[in-house]
C-alpha cells in the first residue's frame, strides 16, 4: 500500500469500513490505493467511489469508452497525476483495440498536441479538457458551443464535463496524499496477478 497516510488493510477494517471497502473492490477483489486512501474516513471512499461510477462507469452515457478514458488520461498528464495517467491509458489502449492508433494518441497527449493524432468530437472534448483542467475561470459559453459545433449533444458535453471534473478532483487527491500504484492491480483490464 503506498500514501503518505495511513491506510488501513481488510484487516484492521471495523464493521464500516468493511461494508465501503466491499462497495471499492475491482473486478481482481482488491482495493486499489486511490480508494483506500480513505479508508480512515470511510463515507469520502463511498462518495469517492458514487462520483467516480457516475461520471466514468454509468450506463447512460454515450461517449465511447475508449475517449473517456483518453480524456482521464490527458486530464492526468495536464496534473501531472502518474497513478491516474497509468490506470486510465492502459483502460484506454485497450478500449481503441488498434496499437498503431494508440501509440499516435498516446504521443499527442504527452505532447499536450491532441490535435495530432485526434480529430472531431474526440479533438473538441480534448481541448475543452485541456482549457477547463489549466484555465477555470476562462471558460466561456463559446468553449461549449464549440462542442456542439463539433457534434456532441448536451447530455455529451455533461458527461465529458463530468469526467475532466472527476478526475481534477482525483488527481488533487491522489497527489496531494501521495498515493501510488505499489500493491494495485494497474488497469481495470489487467490480469489479476
Not at 464500516?16 to 469520502?44: F, I, K, W
Not at 486510465?88 to 478500449?95: E, G, I, K, M
Not at 489549466?134 to 468553449?143: Q, T
Request: a negative charge; aromatic letters at 6%.
Amino acid at each position: 500500500m503506498g500514501a503518505w497516510i495511513r491506510m488501513l488493510s481488510d484487516a484492521e477494517a471495523d464493521a464500516d469500513l468493511a461494508d465501503a471497502l466491499a462497495g471499492a473492490r475491482t473486478p481482481h477483489g482488491t482495493v486499489d490505493n486511490v480508494l483506500r486512501v480513505h479508508s480512515l474516513r470511510p463515507n469520502t471512499m463511498r462518495g469517492h467511489m458514487t462520483l467516480y461510477k457516475a461520471a466514468l462507469h454509468d450506463e447512460a452515457n454515450t461517449i465511447p469508452m475508449w475517449l473517456q478514458e483518453t480524456v482521464a488520461s490527458y486530464v492526468s498528464i495536464l496534473n501531472d497525476c502518474a497513478y491516474s495517467l497509468a490506470n486510465h491509458w492502459a483502460n484506454a489502449r485497450h478500449l481503441m483495440g488498434d496499437e498503431a492508433k494508440a501509440d499516435a494518441v498516446e504521443a499527442a497527449i504527452n505532447a499536450h498536441r491532441p490535435e495530432d493524432a485526434l480529430d472531431g468530437q474526440a479533438l473538441a472534448v480534448m481541448r475543452y479538457a485541456e482549457k477547463l483542467t489549466l484555465a477555470p475561470a476562462d471558460i466561456v459559453e463559446a468553449d461549449v458551443e464549440a462542442l456542439r459545433a463539433a457534434g456532441l449533444d448536451d447530455g455529451q458535453i455533461l458527461e465529458a464535463n463530468q469526467i475532466i471534473c472527476y478526475f481534477n478532483y482525483v488527481n488533487r487527491s491522489i497527489n496531494g496524499l501521495g498515493v501510488t500504484t505499489d500493491g494495485d492491480i494497474v488497469g481495470y483490464y489487467a490480469e489479476a496477478k
